[in-house]
């Protein structure tokens, strides 16, 4: 016990400092300390068995034996400098052949999960025997270097420079600044922006009990403090098990805002038993009197820019959503929440601004707030049967949990579009020939156009660039076109409606981006959005709208009353021509959300011709109806249109802080 007594004491420390950097900025020391105790569950018994595990091996190794063993005349250790500088060079070329051999590994076989995992251990297997085999005279060398550096050193009279703990102290100083170096030089501008600060509580923990191991020898009321932060972690904890039990709604904020606390509570807790605690209000929608429950086809396809589809006078060649919108109704200024896909379709299907969405990333996708009601559990509470035919698993399979698969009764997941649809035919063929269906909900996405680059050579020039990515258009409409057969013998009048739509858009080259998720400008965030079937009028509708709109959109023409406390309105008047669309009129907003992958900070409003975009060092105001291309940044030119949207950005930027569970 007493010597077991440092590492569990300083557990308690380390958690409890990671806890209360993990809770600042919770509302009331109750959640602060119910955050403490969360995470608390977790860390304290991971640095515990840490801290014992190292001090074991510190403990067998016996360092300080071994270091007096190498020691010289003058207590100087060459032989222990040429063996530190030999692990913490090895250590740092091992992982240097690691890192570029498996990333040349993925580059030559197109990513293949396969080949990495099989190349991978082959690359570092045999990187640590050639390091291995040099080691022992890379040691000799190294303490032959040492050697005769201090001795010159030491022939001016001074002490001797390798001191074990001089040797110690300066390789972890050195390891420190080097490791920060290959970070910020070599390993960061290949990834891309990547959110640390997940980083911070574990490594101030780490940290923390590293030092109330150094200190506790020469603590005077080492029991006492002991005591008193063994009490602190246990109070913590005990309170983050009644909130629990009592504060479903506490417990869920802290899982959706504070990270490493919501993983102690996806570790320990349920999280659909602790959402059915949660007093939510009645979402089945309610019926207008008189309508009628159409079957409604969604489609979303992935990374889908408006201006390169037929009906936005794109030369892809799109047959389907050509034919769609002539007998449709097409919104020319409809935009993306965001410029990616983790971030845009929760928006969509929950009906909130991207940056009220609560959750937390998980992959590539956004494991949303238990307590946001999806478009399908709305539906599915009003009746209807509902199916999901979706690309890919890192973003619907229930075993990652990202929660966009609720009110979802039938899924399936397939990452190839063409054998999707297939199923989606399949499926629904079989369920034609069946009687007495309820309406039916279906949702299908298509990521074919996310990837319009892989297995091709990389594009030449722009002309290379957009033939290859219209190509993967086409593909996707032919996939529209195999879901849409099963529908082909019903009466007009039985049609289901169809809307088809995207997450976000693509750059291909223009403002200097390749690709999405890097701004805000037209190419990423202006997206299709054409709607067809009993009800819908074929026209064009001039009038800004944001994909934010679908679900009350979906809701009405469904046949029931939009839900409210959304930030979406509903876009079903205009679609039936019950509302003359305005040109110059209505809005769209947009936001970049920083997390693992994206460096966040951009927004961007829309209001009928004109486009804000800020950035916080930069402003730029575009006349899109004139200048669809941004080129043009007018923001010095028109200062009062600036002002006029800053203030609605800055209102949707001050609704992030309204949670949208009161």
Known sequence: MRWIAPSAVAACAGALIAGLIEGAGMDGAFGVTATVGFLALVTIPVLLVGAVVVRGLVAAWRPRELASHLLEDGGAAPRLAGWVAVVWLGSLLLAWAIYEG??????ETDFKPQAVG?????????????????????????????RRIDARWRRS???????????????????????????????????????????????IAIATAIAAHAAWSRLARRALIGLALAGLGTASIVIALVVA????????????????AGMAIDRLFDLEEVRADVSL???????????????????????VRADHTPPYGGTANMPVLRELGERGTVFTWAFAPSNVT????????????????RGRVVGWALRVDPRHVLLAERLRAGGYETAGFMCCSGFWSPEVRTGLQRGLEHLEIERNGTNLAKAAATWLEAREARPGNKPLFLWMHILEPHDWLAGVVAPRNDEDRHRLYDKTLAAS?????????????RDPERAPIVIISADHGEALGEHGHDYHSTDLYNSQMRVPLVMTGPGIRAQTIPETVSLTDLVPTIVELAGFQPPTRLDGRSLADLATGKRA??????TAFAAMIKDRSNPGGVTAFVRGRWKIIESGSSLELYDIYQDPDERENLANVRPEIVRELQGLLEAKQAAASVSPFE
Do not use: C, Q
Not at 245 to 260: A, H, K, N, Y
Not at 281 to 303: K, V, W, Y
Not at 477 to 489: K, R, W, Y
């Open 581 to 586: 669309s305005v040109a110059d009129t209505g």
């Open 281 to 303: 209000a009645e979402f089945r929608p309610t019926d207008r009197p008189g309508a009628t429950h159409p079957d409604i086809i969604f489609i979303t396809i992935d990374t």
């Open 118 to 146: 099989f190349g991978e251990p082959v690359i570092a297997v045999t990187a640590a025997l050639i390091l291995f085999a040099l080691s022992r005279p890379g040691a000799r060398l190294f303490a032959a270097i040492a």
């Open 477 to 489: 409409d032919v996939m529209v076109s195999e879901v849409l057969g099963p529908f082909a013998d």
């Open 342 to 357: 983790r971030r845009s379709i929760p928006s969509i299907v929950i009906g909130l601004a991207p940056n009220r969405i």
């Open 157 to 203: 009279g001074r002490g001797t420079l390798l001191l074990p703990r001089t040797i110690f102290s300066t390789a972890a100083v050195t390891g420190v600044i080097a490791i920060y170096l290959v970070w910020r030089i070599l390993v960061k501008p290949r990834l891309g922006p990547i959110d640390t600060t997940v980083l911070h509580a574990p490594v």
């Open 102 to 107: 498996t990333s040349a590994l993925a580059r």
């Open 245 to 260: 039990v009592t504060r479903p709604s506490l417990t869920l904020e802290i899982w959706g805002d504070r990270p490493l």
